[in-house]
C-alpha cells in the first residue's frame, strides 16, 4: 500500500520495542532505515538476524541522542555516507518512575535529557538537510502520559509533553520548506519498556482500556507509516493517539 523506496528513514532506539517495530515494517516497504541504539548489542545482532532479507537495507550505529557532540558526530556520518535522508523518528526514550517528592534529581535530568533534549538535538541537525531538499518527515513518539499525567511520573509526564510542544511550534517553521513534524501517541504496548509493571497493575490498566488490551509495535508502526508517507502530506503538528481508547 505504501512505496518507501529510495527514501531512508532514522529511527532512534530502534533495536527494540517500537522503534523495532516500526523499523520492520518500513523494510518491507522499500525503505533504507538507519537505526540508532543505545548500548545493547545483542539486541542488534538479533534484529541483524531477524531481517536477514534486507540486510543491505539496515544500518545500525551507537547513539546517545543526549549528548549534542555525539548527534553531531551522527549527522556526519550520515552526511558523509549516504549525502541525505528523508524521514525522523524520535523513538528513543527511557522512564525513572517515582513521586515526586521521592524523585531523585539525576533521574530527573535523565528523563529529560534523552526523551526532550534528544529530540531536540536530532530535529536541529534534521532540518538542516530537510530544507536543502525542500522535504522531510518528522515523526515524535511522545505518550498519553504527557497528556493525561500518571502517578509517579512527573519527569516523564514532562518530557513527553514538552515534546508535543516542541512539534507543534517547530511544524509552524518548516511547514513551508515541505516538511511535516507530527507525533505518534502510543498507550500500553506490549514491549520490554513496560516489563516492570506487576501482574496487578496490568490488570488495571487494562481496565481502563476500552479495547481490554495492551497494543503491539505493529499497531504503532502503521500509524507511523502512514504519517511518513506522501499521503499524508496535508498533516503536520499533530498528535496521533494509539492508545485503544485510553
Excluded at 539486541?43 to 549528548?67: G, R, T
Excluded at 534534521?126 to 511522545?142: C, D, E, L, M, V
Amino acid at each position: 500500500m505504501y512505496d518507501f523506496s529510495n527514501k531512508i528513514a532514522v529511527i532512534t532506539g530502534a533495536d527494540r520495542g517500537i522503534g523495532k517495530g516500526i523499523a520492520e515494517a518500513f523494510l518491507p516497504l522499500g525503505a533504507k532505515v538507519i537505526g540508532t541504539y543505545h548500548s545493547n548489542k545483542n539486541a542488534v545482532e538479533k534484529f541483524y538476524n531477524k531481517n536477514k532479507i534486507y540486510s543491505q537495507n539496515v544500518d545500525f550505529q551507537q547513539l546517545d541522542v543526549s549528548d549534542y557532540h555525539q548527534v553531531e558526530k551522527f549527522y556526519h556520518y550520515l552526511e558523509s555516507t549516504y549525502g541525505t535522508f528523508h524521514i525522523l523518528i524520535n523513538n528513543s526514550g527511557i522512564r525513572k518512575d517515582a513521586i515526586l517528592g521521592m524523585m531523585k534529581e539525576p533521574d530527573w535530568r535523565r528523563v529529560l535529557d534523552v526523551n526532550l533534549s534528544g529530540v531536540f538535538y536530532m530535529c536541529k541537525f534534521a532540518i538542516r538537510s530537510f530544507i536543502s531538499q525542500k522535504y522531510g518527515r518528522i515523526i515524535n513518539i511522545t505518550s498519553p502520559s504527557g497528556k493525561i499525567g500518571f502517578a509517579g511520573q512527573a519527569n516523564y509526564a514532562a518530557s513527553k509533553a514538552g515534546m508535543v510542544a516542541l512539534s507543534k511550534s517547530l511544524s509552524k517553521e518548516v511547514a513551508k520548506k515541505g516538511i511535516t513534524v507530527n507525533c505518534v501517541s502510543p498507550g500500553f504496548i506490549d514491549t520490554e519498556f513496560i516489563n516492570d509493571l506487576s501482574e496487578e497493575q496490568r490488570k488495571n490498566y487494562r481496565m481502563n482500556i476500552p479495547l481490554k488490551r495492551f497494543g503491539t509495535p505493529q499497531e504503532v508502526a502503521w500509524a507511523v507509516i502512514f504519517l511518513a508517507s506522501k499521503e499524508a502530506s496535508y498533516i503536520t503538528g499533530t498528535t496521533l493517539e494509539v492508545t485503544g481508547g485510553l
